[in-house]
């Protein structure tokens, strides 16, 4: 099983784009309704890329700057970062079915 671990404002540019795989960051917060749904899809998404893609959450309330530099003003929001640039390569916003995250995911790590 992997673990999803949780970036900071401090840790993302050392986990996420100085990171040697691709990473997409969950950008969510505990009260968030349609993050709670996310959550176990990029759960399974992390476990079917193991070794392909790293998979990190970032909690908006806990972690500001982070949000406010990439513009995320809704979430759940899915950012994909390739190693090395701290511009993701795709952005996916709200509760999309696993389906389509992951053919987004696969359409961005081409």
């Given amino acids: 099983m992997s673990d999803l671990r949780e970036v900071t404002d401090s840790t993302f540019d050392s986990e996420v784009i100085k990171g040697e795989l691709p990473t997409l960051v969950d950008f969510w917060a505990p009260w968030c ?21 790293n998979f990190v959450k970032m909690n908006t309330d806990e972690n500001p700057q982070v949000p406010v530099k990439y513009g995320i003003r809704t979430i759940p929001a899915l950012l994909v970062f390739k190693p090395g ?20 995911l696969d359409a961005a790590l081409a």
């Fill in 33 to 53: 309704g349609p993050c709670r749904m996310v959550g176990p899809v990029v759960q399974e998404l992390s476990e079917e890329y193991v070794g392909k893609v």
């Fill in 85 to 104: 640039d701290d511009r993701p390569v795709e952005t996916i916003v709200g509760f999309r079915p696993k389906g389509d995250i992951k053919k987004r």
